[in-house]
């Protein structure tokens, strides 16, 4: 997975940030993924790079910038990307 510093600006990326089961999967809280356009296409990248995240994925809710998102549908460069699994409680 290609990954960039917070200070380089070269290359289109989104900011994925993890949570709970799905941080301890990735052992990462936050990272910059580039040049990905989709939401499968991004997953696809955040599993290779964390095989872990293989199994917390399927049961994850991909919130783009804000709203739940899977498949095909659009990551625009400079989107925030939460991973957010299923929550106990009520």
Do not use: I
């Not at 999967?25 to 790079?49: F, I, N, P």
């Not at 804000?66 to 929550?87: I, K, W, Y």
């Amino acid at each position: 997975m290609h990954t960039t510093r917070p200070d380089d600006g070269a290359l289109e990326t989104v900011t994925v940030r993890y949570w709970a089961g799905a941080r301890a999967a990735a052992g990462v809280d936050e990272e910059r993924v580039a040049e990905v356009t989709t939401v499968s296409a991004l997953a696809e990248r955040l599993v290779a790079a964390h095989p872990a995240l293989e199994a917390v994925l399927p049961v994850c809710s991909l919130l783009v910038g804000g709203r739940a998102s899977t498949g095909d549908d659009p990551v625009p460069a400079g989107a925030v990307v939460e991973v957010l699994p299923p929550f106990a409680g009520g």
